[in-house]
């Protein structure tokens, strides 16, 4: 018997259908391309039920908090099976934007409510793989931890209930959330929202952006992001939330993580990073408009968005920043940049986005540079902290009074064979202790307009708040 096995679906399950199929498997994780568009969103993968988990509440500054996933890449290894999807199990997780922390001394915010661990991530020795583009599906499973022959008995007993749940009643109407809403230590809730809150009244999100273009003024700085915290009641289950945030706004990086009492359900636009064969590959987005209802007033958003010289400066700050960030794990003269501000349409905004590559080089003691690398030296993303990187940080954990938690971190898969890919974690819901989170931010540089930044943070969430509402049905014309 030759590792992994693997099973065709034909016909491919409806990704919808397998989450709710399998929502109740401890640590279940989705990859969802919900979006699907040229060169992107042709792969979906989720995978439950992992033989190890790792969790950090928080790590000192200077310890490597990817220490023992470092060790899980030496221990359990595998080649991947040619054409076919490139995760085929192995690490996958969250990692929280305060795990920046760990690399570089910052001031913490004061306020963290809600808890969430800076890094969750298990190892996943089974997964279901979707290839939108051929319109195929597959299952496998790889047999780790065990070894030798049982290693084969595992693979095949781990394949035949992943089979038995597939086939198995649908979970078709799960129950409203019933657990009490708990009182936050720190209310720091204003009105400025008709179904909930934020920890930013308007006048006081204007005033931190007025801060932030004084630090650029100062020469401190030329950008920073800056969000505001959205803070709504538990109204229902997380996973119909997600499945209703996938169909009213689908996304290309899209992905569902529940973990113990807290679920992370996003749709993201953003890629991270991602790794294959050494490439890599990161697609930061700077620059919003919201769409219009009207073909010919959309056109004109799009025509202004990528005539601003404001949100051009904005992106080419960033690539400019991952250029230099990648530098420290790519293979000098390897950085190129094939897309410079070229406009996506989604569900409700238009981005402006960049692609930059490189290629995965050696380390000074001349050690071939890794995934865990290439996250340890680009994390967090720069399109969400800002330049200078380390500076841009600093004010954010001054400006902004609670932790950012998920927000801005990342959901990612790191394969047996090593490669990788990742989200920022935008446009994106983290559910725990009775509240829904939803941040939204933007760039704020020196041609900022404070009120003109607000009213974007207010376009970004304007998908997200759509799908808060059970009632709600996916569009049928830009809103």
């Known amino acids: 018997m030759s590792l992994p096995l693997i099973q065709s679906l034909d016909p491919p399950p409806d990704v919808a259908e397998t989450l709710r199929r399998f929502a109740d498997w401890p640590d279940?994780?989705?990859?969802?391309?919900?979006?699907?568009?040229?060169?992107?969103g042709r792969y979906s993968f989720l995978a439950a039920d992992p033989f190890e988990f790792e969790e950090l509440a928080s790590t000192p500054?200077?310890?490597?908090?990817?220490?023992?996933?470092?060790?899980?890449?030496?221990?359990?290894?595998?080649?991947?099976?040619?054409?076919?999807?490139?995760?085929?199990?192995?690490?996958?997780g969250l990692l929280s934007y305060e795990l920046g922390g760990a690399w570089e001394q910052?001031?913490?915010?004061?306020?963290?409510?809600?808890?969430?661990?800076?890094?969750?991530?298990?190892?996943?020795?089974?997964?279901?793989?979707?290839?939108?583009?051929?319109?195929?599906?597959?299952?496998?499973?790889?047999?780790?931890?065990?070894?030798?022959?049982?290693?084969?008995?595992?693979?095949?007993?781990?394949?035949?209930?992943?089979?038995?749940?597939?086939?198995?009643e649908p979970i078709v109407n799960r129950s409203v959330s019933k657990r009490p809403i708990e009182n936050l230590p720190h209310p720091l809730m204003s009105s400025s929202f008709d179904m909930g809150g934020s920890n930013f009244s308007r006048d006081e999100y204007l005033l931190a952006?007025?801060?932030?273009?004084?630090?650029?003024?100062?020469?401190?700085?030329f950008q920073t992001n800056l969000s505001q915290r959205l803070l709504f009641p538990v109204c229902e289950n997380p996973l119909e939330?997600?499945?209703?945030?996938?169909?009213?706004?689908?996304?290309?990086?899209?992905?569902?993580?529940?973990?113990?009492?807290?679920?992370?359900?996003?749709?993201?636009?953003?890629?991270?990073?991602?790794?294959?064969?050494?490439?890599?590959?990161?697609?930061?987005?700077?620059?919003?408009r919201r769409r219009r209802h009207r073909p010919e007033a959309d056109l004109f958003t799009e025509d202004e968005l990528r005539e601003s010289e404001k949100d051009q400066a904005e992106n080419v700050m960033i690539v400019d920043l991952l250029r230099n960030d990648l530098s420290k794990v790519c293979s000098p003269g390897s950085i190129r940049v094939p897309s410079?501000?070229?406009?996506?349409?989604?569900?409700?905004?238009?981005?402006?986005?960049?692609?930059?590559?490189?290629?995965?080089?050696?380390?000074?003691?001349?050690?071939?540079?890794?995934?865990?690398?290439?996250?340890?030296?680009?994390?967090?993303?720069?399109?969400?902290?800002?330049?200078p990187k380390v500076r841009a940080m600093q004010i954010i954990a001054e400006l902004e009074p609670t932790v950012r938690g998920p927000y801005c971190g990342s959901l990612f898969y790191v394969g047996f064979d090593g490669s990788a890919d990742s989200s920022i974690l935008i446009r994106t819901f983290t559910i725990r202790r009775g509240w829904i989170q939803c941040s939204v931010g933007g760039g704020i540089v020196a041609q900022s307009d404070p009120a003109a930044e607000y009213e974007e943070t207010l376009h970004k969430a304007a998908g997200m708040l759509q799908a808060l509402t059970p009632s709600s049905q996916a569009p049928t014309s830009v809103p």
């Open 209 to 221: 952006v007025e801060r932030v273009i004084e630090y650029i003024r100062a020469g401190d700085i």
């Open 106 to 168: 910052l001031p913490r915010p004061a306020i963290d409510e809600f808890e969430l661990p800076w890094l969750a991530v298990g190892l996943y020795d089974w997964v279901i793989a979707w290839d939108h583009e051929l319109g195929t599906a597959w299952i496998i499973s790889q047999g780790f931890p065990a070894k030798g022959a049982a290693r084969e008995q595992r693979a095949a007993e781990r394949m035949q209930s992943v089979i038995a749940q597939l086939n198995a």
């Open 241 to 288: 939330l997600y499945l209703r945030l996938r169909q009213l706004n689908p996304a290309p990086f899209a992905g569902y993580f529940a973990h113990d009492d807290w679920t992370i359900a996003s749709a993201s636009p953003e890629r991270f990073v991602n790794v294959q064969d050494n490439v890599v590959e990161t697609r930061p987005i700077k620059g919003t």
């Open 340 to 387: 410079l501000c070229a406009v996506e349409t989604y569900e409700t905004v238009q981005h402006l986005v960049s692609v930059v590559r490189g290629t995965l080089g050696r380390d000074s003691a001349g050690r071939q540079c890794n995934a865990w690398d290439l996250l340890a030296a680009l994390f967090p993303g720069g399109s969400i902290t800002g330049a």
């Open 28 to 40: 279940i994780v989705l990859f969802d391309s919900a979006s699907r568009r040229p060169n992107l």
């Open 61 to 92: 500054f200077g310890v490597d908090p990817f220490a023992r996933l470092r060790q899980w890449s030496q221990r359990f290894s595998s080649e991947s099976l040619p054409n076919m999807p490139p995760f085929q199990g192995g690490a996958a």
